[in-house]
């Protein structure tokens, strides 16, 4: 099944680049899902017509094996993961695993970055490259992300036109093709402002020489014609390095939950961080409460007078 194994590492490949998944936990997903596509396989049955009923019916055959909880509830969420990307993708017009439930897993909580490690990852963007585009492009990525919240398939291929005329606001085209509007820091629009000056006089110099501009903000000599996924987390690694914030901690995703993390902290509607991160479920943003939850037990453990040692 060519196809089927073409999108199961798709799928790998944008999990490892936007959640910064373990290789482990790759390896896990991968074999998960070659098993649901020998499963398929052995049925004849075809991944883009698939329904409700024959995922359940992988897992019933899954708990007929004997296989643990924490393996079938981990094949569901590998195979939910596969579904979702699909649909993002517009492989499938529709996601027949989203109400499925299976064995209950431990939430654990998002990654996230105190407000002093983001000012200190701005900070080394600045400075961070081989030269003065690569700094202002880093920087500009790194403002935009912080400021919006994007997802890092949404900043890597922003449309160029959405950024002229120094915006106050970004329309970003999210999951399932659905727009929004996300608001721009005055750090921000001073980076894009910087970037897009340089990016026009390059584009103005190719067409001088016969080349087509690009119609992206980060444009590169990609297949994709933007800045990958994989070559921004790259980058966010350096940034990180730069700036003295261990690079394990530091990936595109864990700033957009210190976005919302950070908005929440300092009392943002929950709805309206909802609106912002582009969720269709306010479940969804509502685990920026618990991270909340979680510092504020941390601080009273540490500071507190009666939960101190003696």
Partial sequence: MPMMQRRISAFLEAQAAELDAAPNTLAAYGRDLMDFSDWLQKRDLDFDTLGRADVEAYLIHCNAQGLADSTRARRLSSIKGLFRFAFEEGWRKENPAIQINGPGRRKTLPKTLSEEEVERLLTAARSTGRNKADRLRNTCLMELLYATGMRVSELVALPVNAARGDP??????????????????????????????LRDRRADSDRARGKPESAFLFPSHGKSGHLTRHRFYALVKEIALAAGVAPDRVTPHALRHAFATHLLANGA?????????????????????HVLDARLKDLVLRHHPLARDE
Avoid: F, N
């Fill in 168 to 197: 106050r606001m970004l329309l970003v085209c999210g999951k399932g093709g659905k727009e929004r509007m996300v608001p721009l820091s005055p750090p921000s629009r001073q980076a894009l402002s910087a970037w897009l000056d």
């Fill in 269 to 289: 509607d929950l709805r309206a961080i909802q609106t912002l991160l582009g969720h269709a479920d306010i479940s969804t943003t509502e685990i920026y409460t």
